[in-house]
């Protein structure tokens, strides 16, 4: 048995996003074998009789430092001087593939802002591949990324690959999970429910964010098509909008009042749904969606909520593109569409709503692929590690203290650089958690 401190870089509390989701879970299933710790930014409402969880701050995080065997972390907005001067092993959670994700983020932002942001992460994913000892991501498309990276950084010696030439001993895949029990129905919470959507009705359910990356407005148009002929097909998106309303946000609500649709056909929960209530929502649709645009970063990415489509036996709609579309086509267990075609959606909604054998095959697939996601199995390689953790690094306290140095100039290289003189006082204080905690 180790001692496990996971410090997570989301919140984690009743209606968490993914990334929160990711935390709890790995803490929960570790509980089982080792004492843990979880670290969350900010207040939480969740409390676990398994594990314990805690407030990040500087105070806990040099007392769990001191208590931890293992340490497991994505290593985002929390300061890493200490977590990278320890002689702790260190697992870096690169599940996603966060330079790439930004370039994409940034796309309709300033190039200042931009290349600020870039710059800044790309110099502390730089730290994280110079001090993890174990590394994990989500899938082989991101490993050969992340293999690709840190061999650029220098970590895959001749001496290593000797030893191990499948580098599994250095980064292996450890995706987002699934529940092993099976999901039960509490309440009712759309249909017959939710004014506009009757007990009749058929739901297209959006499970996750609306990030800028997803292309959401192809449903929304083949919706718009579809309702022409037809009045039962719903589509609900489940998440959070923010203050003030991101630019994809506000995309999605204006079109779907354009055409008409909102509130009628098109309804938007305006929250998280709380974790523990997710599986009222999906076990009541009929169709799980997601959709993307063409890019670099759909072919590293990899989309959380499906897991959720899977374990409700949802079927899917998703395009072609990314793991998931990929996996979908492979496994039948929906359909997959080209990015940006509305007429696909169209087409593949309507032979799902009207071929019933369509959808039992797709859910007879569902149930023989979601033991392969349970949490128990996908966290294996984790397990392993915290069983016999190991050091791989290069642990000699001078070079890493002037490692340490060189990313802190950088940060204020980077922020004189693209936010000019007047700013840099609040880009440290608001941008950078090494000055903040």
Same mark, same amino acid.
């Given at each position: 048995?180790?001692?496990?401190?996971?410090?997570?870089?989301?919140?984690?509390?009743?209606?968490?996003?993914?990334?929160?989701?990711?935390?709890? !879970?790995?803490?929960?299933? &570790? *509980?089982?074998?080792? +004492?843990? $710790?979880? =670290?969350?930014?900010?207040?939480? %409402?969740?409390?676990?009789?398994?594990?314990?969880?805690?407030?990040?701050?500087?105070?806990?995080?040099?007392?769990?430092?001191?208590?931890?065997?293992?340490?497991?972390?994505?290593?985002?907005?929390?300061?890493?001087?200490?977590?990278?001067?320890?002689?702790?092993?260190?697992?870096?959670?690169?599940?996603?593939?966060?330079?790439?994700?930004?370039?994409?983020?940034?796309?309709?932002?300033?190039?200042? !802002?931009?290349?600020?942001? &870039? *710059?800044?992460?790309? +110099?502390? $994913?730089? =730290?994280?591949?110079?001090?993890? %000892?174990?590394?994990?991501?989500?899938?082989?498309?991101?490993?050969?990324?992340?293999?690709?990276?840190?061999?650029?950084?220098?970590?895959?010696?001749?001496?290593?690959?000797?030893?191990?030439?499948?580098?599994?001993?250095?980064?292996?895949?450890?995706?987002?999970?699934?529940?092993?029990?099976?999901?039960?129905?509490?309440?009712?919470?759309?249909?017959?429910?939710?004014?506009?959507?009757?007990?009749?009705?058929?739901?297209?359910?959006?499970?996750?964010?609306?990030?800028?990356?997803?292309?959401?407005?192809?449903?929304?148009?083949?919706?718009?098509?579809?309702?022409?002929?037809?009045?039962?097909?719903?589509?609900?998106?489940?998440?959070?909008?923010?203050?003030?309303?991101?630019?994809?946000?506000?995309?999605?609500?204006?079109?779907?009042?354009?055409?008409?649709?909102?509130?009628?056909?098109?309804?938007?929960?305006?929250?998280?749904?709380?974790?523990?209530?997710?599986?009222?929502?999906?076990?009541?649709?009929?169709?799980?969606?997601?959709?993307?645009?063409?890019?670099?970063?759909?072919?590293?990415?990899?989309?959380?909520?499906?897991?959720?489509?899977?374990?409700?036996?949802?079927?899917?709609?998703?395009?072609?593109?990314?793991?998931?579309?990929?996996?979908?086509?492979?496994?039948?267990?929906?359909?997959?569409?080209?990015?940006?075609?509305?007429?696909?959606?169209?087409?593949?909604?309507?032979?799902?709503?009207?071929?019933?054998?369509?959808?039992?095959?797709?859910?007879?697939?569902?149930?023989?692929?979601?033991?392969?996601?349970?949490?128990?199995?996908?966290?294996?390689?984790?397990?392993?590690?915290?069983?016999?953790?190991?050091?791989?690094?290069?642990?000699?306290?001078?070079?890493?203290?002037?490692?340490?140095?060189?990313?802190?100039?950088?940060?204020?290289?980077?922020?004189?650089?693209?936010?000019?003189?007047?700013?840099?006082?609040?880009?440290?204080?608001?941008?950078?958690?090494?000055?903040?905690?």
């Amino acid at each position: 048995m180790s001692s496990v401190l996971l410090i997570s870089s989301n919140p984690v509390n009743q209606r968490m996003t993914g990334p929160g989701i990711r935390y709890w !879970e790995m803490a929960t299933y &570790l *509980a089982e074998k080792h +004492a843990v $710790v979880l =670290l969350v930014p900010g207040e939480t %409402d969740l409390i676990s009789s398994k594990f314990q969880i805690f407030k990040t701050t500087r105070k806990n995080l040099k007392r769990w430092l001191s208590w931890a065997d293992v340490i497991v972390t994505t290593g985002y907005k929390f300061p890493l001087d200490l977590v990278f001067l320890s002689q702790k092993p260190l697992v870096v959670d690169l599940y996603a593939p966060l330079p790439i994700e930004l370039l994409e983020h940034h796309r309709s932002s300033s190039l200042s !802002e931009a290349r600020l942001s &870039l *710059a800044y992460y790309l +110099a502390r $994913v730089r =730290l994280l591949l110079d001090r993890g %000892d174990f590394f994990i991501c989500s899938h082989e498309r991101q490993r050969d990324f992340w293999v690709g990276m840190l061999t650029a950084w220098g970590r895959i010696t001749p001496e290593l690959y000797r030893e191990d030439p499948e580098l599994k001993r250095l980064i292996q895949p450890v995706p987002f999970g699934l529940p092993a029990e099976k999901p039960i129905h509490t309440q009712r919470v759309l249909k017959g429910v939710r004014k506009g959507i009757s007990a009749s009705d058929k739901v297209i359910l959006w499970g996750g964010g609306l990030w800028s990356w997803f292309d959401p407005c192809i449903v929304i148009r083949a919706v718009h098509e579809i309702h022409r002929v037809r009045s039962d097909i719903k589509l609900v998106f489940l998440g959070k909008i923010e203050d003030p309303v991101p630019q994809s946000y506000r995309e999605v609500l204006k079109l779907s009042k354009e055409l008409g649709l909102y509130d009628r056909y098109v309804f938007f929960t305006g929250q998280w749904i709380p974790y523990q209530e997710r599986q009222n929502y999906l076990l009541e649709a009929d169709i799980g969606i997601s959709t993307h645009f063409a890019s670099f970063e759909s072919r590293l990415a990899w989309r959380t909520r499906i897991l959720d489509y899977l374990w409700c036996e949802l079927p899917v709609i998703a395009t072609r593109g990314d793991f998931w579309g990929d996996w979908i086509e492979k496994e039948g267990l929906g359909i997959t569409v080209d990015p940006e075609s509305v007429d696909q959606m169209k087409a593949a909604i309507l032979e799902l709503v009207d071929h019933p054998e369509k959808v039992e095959q797709c859910r007879a697939n569902l149930r023989r692929v979601a033991d392969k996601f349970s949490w128990p199995s996908v966290l294996q390689p984790l397990e392993i590690f915290c069983l016999n953790p190991k050091q791989t690094h290069s642990s000699a306290f001078f070079p890493k203290t002037g490692k340490l140095i060189s990313f802190y100039l950088r940060v204020m290289y980077n922020i004189l650089r693209y936010n000019g003189y007047k700013k840099v006082g609040s880009a440290i204080f608001s941008r950078c958690p090494e000055f903040v905690i």
